[in-house]
Each structure stands twice: as C-alpha cells, then as structure tokens.
C-alpha cells in the first residue's frame, strides 16, 4: 500500500483502524505524535519559564521533529 486509506464518508471504524496501522507500520513514532499532538520545540527563558522558540532558534533535532509534524498532516489530510 503506497498511500494511506481514503475515508469516503461510510465505515469510519474500519477506515480508523486501516489508517492507525497504516501509520504505525510505517513509523511507530509518527502515530505516537499523531496521538500525543504535534511537537513543539520550546525554550528556558531567562526567567525558568517555557516558551516556544523561534523558527531561526531551531536545532536541527527540532526540524527533524517539525518535519514529522508536517508528515503526520499529510497522512491524515490525504487520507480524508
């Protein structure tokens, strides 16, 4: 299978359940972030407080992990 299941409006369970093992089979982690939300790459500001970091502050840790994001909308936006 090269592209994710197409939900075409009937039989959500079974579409939810293709797609979940579709995803999972192709990166256990990419589901994982499907499930748990997008990541965020935050910072320590100066004060101890978390914020989110700018785009020129990105690591290149954090633009792997952003491309995931990106991945994981694509599954599903291709898939509906």
Do not use: H
Not at 26 to 49: C, Q, R, S, V
Request: glycine residues 4%.
């Amino acid at each position: 299978m090269t592209r994710p299941p197409y939900f075409n409006g009937q039989y959500y369970n079974r579409w939810k359940n293709r797609t979940e093992n579709y995803i999972q089979a192709d990166d256990y982690k990419l589901w994982m972030m499907i499930k748990n939300g997008p990541y965020i790459p935050m910072k320590t500001t100066e004060d101890g407080k978390t914020a989110p970091k700018k785009k020129n502050e990105f690591s290149s840790d954090d633009f792997k992990k952003m491309e995931k994001n990106a991945r994981a909308k694509k599954l599903l936006y291709f898939g509906l």
